[in-house]
């Protein structure tokens, strides 16, 4: 394409592009208000119905830094289309599950499909605009695709459950996926730098390193403490530790264990993706729930009443890089982290009929996640090397993913911990029907009328707060963080002093003194 402004088939690349963007930010929240539905149909336990939210995320987040990778030594645009081709049959496959394991494993496959799309749209994106203010706006671009499909996620799941059933949520990256096979040789063009293939044991270390992990949080939650765990916990201990010993040691490693130690605010902005994703992902599952399990609303309204908090997400994800400009993007994220404390507090008082404090607590949660993730990447993309830059990117994606999932599996494992500990089974239940009363509020739902289900929400509502109080303490800590390790980043845009060493590409004041 060589140097210079892009013309109409770049900028047609880029809606392309937008579109399996907009993909993947809608699968990662359209579920959440399916699964009282789904759960009527398939019946899933409290644990399975944790695997079908969060295995597309594990997934994803551990193939991330793999698949980044291999669209390198293919090609791009190669990978794209393989992987837009794979979600769409996945997305078929899930629609069509007959029991609760299918659906695990469809997500599972929706996942490694997925991890194909994000590094390989961004590369292109970084391929296809050489201008750099161009390249920024494109960039944008892809960010607001992504937090509009998170936003719309929940509308789009609560009205296509209401008109058909909860299959249809995955039936939509089917035409979109014609599309894009359609249209990806015509205006994207293909990119490669050859090579083999990735570290195949490294690959194989990542995902042993990951879903053992969260297979322990899970059992626990379930069935409390005992060998199994030990066992799980302890395989991913041993794999992470191999992991990062084998990345030290290669000449061309899946992860470049030297971007932590290289700067500062690299490891801190990449520690405060993850627990502000963990908060969001967490909140986001149990809020859901609580419109549709506490309150009873159907799914299209619960949908209706999630949009104005990603409103909110939206706000903070354009205005907050327009107060950096000005201001240290560490003091901006710590400013808005401190104020979604609010959200949190709310969050944590939440009781029965009280639907408008849930969600603009949700509001105060959507707010700080739009800031953090706006300006936390340009932070680890900024603080590493120019020739890092792609894998910095890669790993703020990975971090982002893995949080939004494993927020849905602490938050909503302690959630169901408490609930199982306060419930009270009203007497002279049937066996089948006492066991789902004690498993979970969404099992109790189907199997329990309504009236009797008064005790079954209170113990719910004692999980959310909990989980919300739990989830408000740790982003406090995540405020502490920008506000001491971040706050000497420099506002976005200003120059960096000649004395000092250059550390972002872009000039977005990565680097930390």
Not at 26 to 51: I, N, R, S
Request: glycine fraction near 12%; aromatic fraction near 6%.
């Amino acid at each position: 394409m060589g140097v210079g402004r892009a013309g109409w088939r770049e900028w047609g690349g880029l809606a392309l592009l937008a579109l399996p963007t907009m993909l993947l930010g809608l699968d990662v929240t359209a579920l959440y208000l399916v699964v009282p539905t789904l759960a009527a149909d398939l019946h899933p336990t409290a644990t399975e119905t944790l695997w079908i939210m969060d295995a597309y995320g594990f997934f994803i987040a551990g193939l991330l830094v793999t698949m980044g990778t291999l669209g390198d030594r293919v090609g791009r645009r190669r990978l794209l289309m393989i992987g837009v081709a794979a979600f769409g049959v996945a997305s078929v496959a899930a629609a069509l599950a007959p029991s609760s394991a299918w659906l695990i494993a469809a997500r599972a496959l929706l996942g490694v499909a997925g991890a194909t799309l994000m590094p390989s749209t961004l590369s292109l994106i970084s391929n296809m605009f050489t201008d750099a203010r161009q390249r920024a706006l494109a960039f944008g671009v892809w960010v607001t695709m992504f937090a509009l499909g998170m936003a719309a996620g929940p509308i789009a799941g609560g009205a296509l459950v209401a008109s058909f059933w909860w299959g249809a949520v995955f039936l939509v990256a089917v035409p979109i996926a014609v599309v894009v096979l359609v249209c990806a040789p015509l205006l994207l063009p293909e990119f490669r730098t050859g090579g083999g293939l990735p570290d195949l044991l490294s690959v194989g270390l990542s995902l042993t390193a990951m879903l053992p992990l969260v297979y322990a949080i899970k059992h626990v939650a379930a069935d409390g403490f005992d060998g199994e765990a030990l066992v799980a916990a302890l395989i991913a201990v041993c794999s992470t530790v191999a992991f990062v010993r084998r990345q030290l040691r290669l000449d061309e490693p899946l992860l470049d264990m030297k971007l932590f130690t290289a700067s500062r605010a690299f490891s801190a902005a990449l520690g405060v993706l993850l627990i502000g994703l963990v908060g969001f992902g967490g909140m986001m599952y149990l809020v859901t729930q609580y419109l549709q399990l506490v309150e009873g609303l159907p799914a299209t309204t619960a949908g209706l009443w999630m949009g104005p908090p990603a409103l909110a997400m939206l706000v903070g994800a354009l205005g907050a890089p327009l107060v950096a400009s000005r201001v240290s993007p560490g003091v901006v994220m710590g400013g808005t982290l401190a104020l979604s404390l609010a959200g949190y507090a709310l969050l944590a008082t939440a009781g029965a009929d009280n639907t408008p404090s849930v969600v603009a607590g949700f509001a105060f949660v959507y707010l700080g996640l739009g800031v953090i993730a706006a300006l936390g990447t340009d932070i680890v993309v900024g603080a590493a090397p120019p020739e890092k830059s792609g894998s910095a990117a890669a790993l703020s994606e990975t971090v982002q993913e893995l949080g939004i999932a494993a927020g849905v599996a602490l938050l909503g494992s302690l959630t169901t911990a408490v609930y199982r500990a306060a419930v009270e089974v009203p007497p002279g239940l049937a066996p089948d029907a006492a066991e789902a009363y004690r498993d979970s509020l969404s099992r109790a739902s189907s199997q329990v009328s309504a009236a009797a289900l008064d005790n079954a929400r209170a113990a719910f509502t004692s999980g959310l707060t909990t989980a919300a109080i739990t989830a408000g303490v740790a982003i406090a800590a995540a405020a502490l963080v920008c506000m001491t390790v971040l706050r000497h980043v420099r506002p976005l845009g200003e120059a960096v002093p000649e004395a000092e060493p250059i550390t972002s590409a872009h000039g977005s004041g990565g680097n930390d003194r």
